[in-house]
């Protein structure tokens, strides 16, 4: 079977490299055949990388150490789920994911363009081969998952415990699938810019696919937050580590190149960040992989050192720089419709959050690659605390709050009429209300009434909007709503995001100001206050499991007119790696979260906990959910695009994107 995966890799590696040659020639030449062979060529790749992963995964599962990933990632005692979870926790077999996923995903992009005939399919198809030939090339030359195992045994070095997570299960997939994803406006806006077709049609085809970039990246970020949350026992989610940074900067870039991308299809504004976005998303998840496998940090989510982490900083480098010239030479083409620049529109508050949302991007990256760049330059490391990043975020998120609250109740090109200036009054009052309650209710805190009034600004403008929009549609809610969703489906699925990435806001502030920590040795019996609830210790806990010796203390929170809840911390040692791992318990409510960790025994018959009290930490997981939704019914096709395909023109493109009501009144 290692042969059979070896073989299919070669295919892959040979196949990919003619699909992207006969794509981009065969268009160039007009060639019909070249370009029929291309997609024949391009469905034998994928066939081939999917019975190279078929053998990889088998081997997995079944334990076939004559495999030398299998011996590295993968134990006897290795249940089957993380035995096939190790197919994308290491070097080799993750590459080998990846392709899989960008081979699947660049068919989708052939057969969509197929259907709606877009001129500039062919090159696009090409290019995304062409990233799939680079990752075949990188696997055959540096990072064989086929390679054969020269001293086979009868067990292998197992998963990191850490790694023995349901969470890792889907968070690695997930983010490789986003990775995969943002190749492929990517490739679009790449071909549209090569050709010089910047009209609006490209940005349509696009937007789907950036829509899913943004949503599958924001949900891997999540999914990672909250595994090392429950696994890491630190008590926090983000650590600002450099392979965080590196999966959050592609994201907050999808977020801008969605905004910069409507805006270009309202009113011709913003033509150079909306092609250039795009392009710097996918090479900044190069860059994300350059970080992981580079070598040059230490991480807990870095793979060792490697010189394939450099091929993908090249790569980045490379779309970069050939992404820069061709703007440069379009320049005229990007130009902005000429229009009056009005202050208080919704382009003027688009234009900023997106700004804001590049500035914190390219403030990340400076701070990540800071050590790097230091030594280079001065021969003398210096490293940038989580202090720098937390000072850097507020005045950005703050204005990415300002701004995306003030957007719903203004026009396109042309400032608030007097019905919108009066709902903005109301709404302003409550906002500025609301943080005058925070703020004394919270002891004078000033950022948190601050974003308690952001909060309050940004739903409170949604809300009017959709009020407005529902009396003037129908005088049924239930009708309005339907309305809404049906024929203004893609703003309401982008208000709908936006709540919860202001449910995100309030979650991650509350948590981040309200957080207590106490180390604390407690006797067998004694109880303690811990936030509103009372904690007792009842007993300790020993016993073994084939694999593990685990220690457990058994703890009982109890509090006013409450039952009693049972958190069980523990510490695990595992066997077969010889390691001791930190198991936390979390007890969460809407309002609170409760995290136990247990170190170890004292002397005296007592234990040694550290207890993390944290406010509103739920509203960070429930303010992802709902930004999901929102980005599923925006990307939902409607009835009219899934009979007609992608509009041909901007005046059309413009035509189907929903007037807010308020501005159809005023006219």
């Known amino acids: 079977m290692r042969f059979v995966g070896q073989l299919c890799l070669l295919a892959t590696f040979v196949g990919t490299g003619y699909t992207a040659f006969a794509s981009v020639v065969g268009w160039s030449v007009g060639s019909r055949r070249l370009l029929q062979s291309s997609i024949w060529a391009g469905a034998l790749s994928f066939l081939a990388t999917t ?125 490789f699938f986003g990775y995969a994803s943002s190749a492929v406006p990517a490739a679009i806006a790449f071909t549209a810019l090569a050709a010089g077709k910047l009209d609006a049609t490209w940005t349509e085809l696009a937007r789907p696919w950036s829509l899913l970039s943004w949503g599958i990246l924001g949900a891997g970020i999540l999914l990672g937050a909250r595994w090392a949350y429950t696994e890491l026992g630190w008590g926090g989610y983000w650590g600002w580590d450099p392979v965080e940074n590196g999966s959050l900067v592609p994201w907050l870039l999808a977020t801008a190149t969605l905004h910069s991308h409507m805006t270009w299809r309202r009113g011709g504004q913003q033509k150079k960040l909306a092609v250039a976005l795009p392009i710097a998303t996918f090479a900044m998840c190069n860059f994300s992989t350059f970080l992981t496998r580079s070598g040059i940090f230490s991480s807990l989510h870095a793979f060792s050192q490697s010189p394939i982490g450099w091929l993908f900083l090249v790569w980045m480098i490379g779309i970069a720089s050939a992404a820069g010239v061709l703007i440069i030479v379009r320049r005229e083409s990007l130009r902005r419709h000429p229009s009056p620049a009005i202050l208080w529109s919704r382009e003027s508050m688009i234009l900023a959050n997106t700004v804001a949302f590049i500035a914190l991007a390219v403030a990340i990256c400076l701070g990540t690659m800071a050590p790097t760049l230091t030594d280079a330059i001065v021969g003398r490391k210096v490293v940038i605390g989580p202090q720098f990043y937390n000072q850097m975020l507020i005045p950005t998120g703050l204005l990415i709050m300002l701004t995306t609250g003030l957007a719903p109740l203004l026009r396109w090109g042309a400032p608030p009429n007097a019905a919108q200036r009066k709902m903005l009054t109301h709404v302003a009052c409550t906002a500025v209300a609301s943080a005058c309650i925070a703020y004394f209710g919270s002891g004078r805190q000033v950022l948190w009434s601050v974003v308690c009034g952001l909060f309050t600004l940004g739903v409170g403008s949604i809300v009017a909007n959709w009020c407005v929009d529902a009396i003037y549609m129908a005088h049924n809610p239930w009708q309005a709503l339907r309305l809404l969703v049906g024929r203004q489906r893609r703003q309401t699925g982008g208000f709908v995001a936006h709540v919860g990435f202001f449910c995100l806001a309030l979650g991650i502030t509350a948590s981040a100001l309200g957080t207590s920590r106490v180390d604390q040795n407690l006797k067998m019996g004694e109880s303690i206050p811990w936030g509103d609830s009372t904690l007792s210790l009842r007993e300790m806990n020993q016993y073994e499991t084939p694999d593990k010796l685990i220690a457990e203390a058994r703890l009982v929170l109890s509090g006013h007119s409450q039952r009693e809840r049972i958190m069980r911390p523990s510490q695990h040692y595992h066997k077969h790696r ?34 993390v009290h944290s406010p509103l930490v739920s509203l960070i997981w429930l303010g992802g959910l709902i930004m999901g939704i929102g980005g599923i019914i925006a990307g939902w096709p409607s009835r009219q695009v899934r009979r007609s395909g992608a509009r041909g023109s901007s005046d059309q493109l413009a035509a189907e994107t929903p007037v807010p009501t308020i501005r159809r009144k005023a006219a």
């Open 578 to 611: 010889r390691e001791w791992t930190t198991e936390v318990d979390v007890l969460s409510t809407i309002q609170e979260d409760y995290y136990a960790v247990l170190h170890g025994g004292e002397v005296n018959d007592q234990v040694r906990l550290t207890l």
């Open 51 to 175: 019975v190279s992963t078929f053998v990889l995964c088998r081997a997995l599962i079944t334990k076939d150490f004559h495999f030398e990933y299998v011996a590295q990632y993968v134990s006897q005692h290795l249940g089957w789920q993380y035995s096939l979870s190790a197919l994308w926790v290491g070097q080799a077999g993750s590459l080998l994911l990846w392709t899989w996923f960008s081979l699947a995903l660049a068919i989708v992009l052939r057969c969509q363009t197929l259907r709606t005939r877009w001129p500039l399919s062919e090159p696009a198809y090409g290019m995304l081969m062409g990233f799939c030939f680079f990752l075949a090339m990188v696997m055959i030359f540096a990072a064989d998952p086929m390679a054969r195992n020269l001293a086979p045994t009868l067990d292998g070095a197992g998963l990191s415990p850490v790694l023995q997570h349901p969470v890792m299960l889907i968070h690695p997939p997930v983010v």
